[in-house]
Each structure stands twice: as structure tokens, then as C-alpha cells.
């Protein structure tokens, strides 16, 4: 499975972080019907609100997903990410 990493910006102002907060913990099931499953998730600092690092078997469906978190009223910019070591690995190739 390929890794994606969502950075998340919340549209408008937030009223009640309690129902921000129970929000963002139905993005796992949202993106569970695209079969892409979080990793972890981070409120940053910054010119993003929240960070959202998934799993999907492919890019349609880290476009599906990233589509799924955008319906919760949240914009997204979605990148595929790949780690270090097998980023040398690409680079030495």
C-alpha cells in the first residue's frame, strides 16, 4: 500500500471544538469505504489546522479518500509520501 499524507484546513470558524474533534474522528470511517486506513492524525500549528497520514492501495483511492474528508466540511492538499530509505533507494537506481 502506498502512504499519503493529508494537510487539512477547516473552512470558516470553528464553533464547538468537542464537535470539530468528533468529526475528525469520523474520517476513519469515511475512508475505510474508499479502503484506505489512517495511520495517525495531528492538530499543527501554522498554515494548516490538522495533518492526516493514510494508507490506500492505490492513488484512485487516496483520491477517493482525500474526496471523503473534504465532505466533512475540511479542505485538503493530498501527497503521496515515501520514506527516506526507499527514497535513497529510488534516487540510486
Known amino acids: 500500500m502506498a502512504k499519503y499524507v493529508s494537510l487539512i484546513k477547516i473552512r470558516g470558524s470553528v464553533?464547538?471544538?468537542q464537535k470539530l474533534a468528533s468529526?475528525?474522528?469520523?474520517?476513519?470511517?469515511?475512508v475505510?469505504?474508499?479502503?484506505?486506513?489512517?495511520?495517525?492524525?495531528?492538530?499543527?500549528?501554522?498554515?494548516?489546522?490538522?495533518?492526516?497520514?493514510?494508507d490506500a492501495p492505490d492513488r484512485n483511492a487516496a483520491f477517493r479518500a482525500?474526496?471523503?474528508?473534504?465532505?466533512q466540511g475540511l479542505d485538503t492538499q493530498t501527497m503521496e509520501i515515501v520514506p527516506v530509505e526507499?527514497?535513497?533507494g529510488l534516487v540510486e537506481d
Open 15 to 17: 464553533q464547538n471544538a
Open 23 to 30: 468529526s475528525l474522528g469520523n474520517l476513519a470511517t469515511e
Open 32 to 54: 475505510q469505504e474508499y479502503d484506505a486506513e489512517i495511520e495517525a492524525s495531528y492538530a499543527i500549528l501554522g498554515e494548516y489546522d490538522f495533518m492526516v497520514v493514510f
Open 66 to 71: 482525500s474526496i471523503a474528508i473534504e465532505n
Open 86 to 88: 526507499e527514497f535513497a
